[in-house]
């Protein structure tokens, strides 16, 4: 049970949640009072999940923050910050397979609130809306892994680094970005050196392909 009056303005952040998404607080709290929730508590550097720390959990991060890091071949590398309202654990759900693809580690103290994989399909019962949320968020999750990979297939850091920001742009109307991570993570996102990234972004801006102002970045041409 989740009750407003014991954690009102922690359960504001489930309004930037996508399963919530278009839901007010008043129905949030409804549908949550009526499923088992569970509330943890995690500490800086302690693993939430990774090959070997594993549940069929759906997790909400209410305060805090953790990385998300991608396992391949026994290296880790950077995918994306989670911030409060992002989910994670949600791969772990319906599947047979005892393998978690990801790494979960809080840079913060953190609090989240769990719900099983039974809690999940009760909610999801609830409303038809929210189940139509969670798989729109469930196939980005998915194609968010596979532009991963499929960077990866690129060997050329210069295209590395163009492919991705052609992808970043394919998301907006706007020439406009702004790049979602620091460029010390981008450039572990992308598998490159950091002296690469930054002679790459110098290059784009040489051929007015780009120009930057911090993580702002306004495409010029060059890139689609």
């Known amino acids: 049970m989740y009750h407003m009056g014991h954690g009102g303005d922690m359960l504001k952040v489930l309004l930037n949640n996508p399963i ?5 607080l008043k129905t949030i709290e409804t549908y949550l009072n009526n499923i088992t929730v569970t509330h943890r508590s995690f500490n800086k ?5 990774d090959d070997r720390h594993y549940e069929k959990n759906m997790m909400i991060l209410m305060s805090g923050s953790a990385r998300v890091e991608l396992i391949q071949d026994d290296e880790c590398s950077f995918l994306k910050r989670l911030n409060p309202g992002d989910m994670f654990g949600v791969l772990s759900l319906f599947s047979e ?3 978690y693809p990801t790494k979960i580690i809080f840079e913060k103290n953190s609090q989240v609130i769990s719900l099983s994989e039974a809690a999940v399909i009760e909610l999801l ?3 038809s809306k929210l189940l139509k949320n969670y798989l729109v968020f469930f196939n980005g999750q998915v194609q968010y892994l596979l532009n991963r990979i499929a960077l990866f297939s690129i060997s050329n850091g210069e295209d590395r680094v163009i492919g991705y920001l052609s992808r970043l742009k394919s998301n907006t109307t706007s020439d406009t970005l702004r790049l979602p991570m ?3 993570e981008l450039a572990e996102y992308l598998g490159i050196a950091r002296s690469t990234l930054y002679r790459v972004l110098d290059k784009l801006i040489a051929n007015n392909m780009i120009e930057m102002d911090g993580n702002r970045l306004h495409i010029l041409g060059g890139i689609e």
């Open 182 to 184: 620091s460029k010390v």
């Open 97 to 99: 397979d005892n393998y």
């Open 20 to 24: 919530f998404k278009d839901c007010d």
């Open 45 to 49: 550097n302690e693993i939430a999940y």
């Open 125 to 127: 019962h609830k409303d």
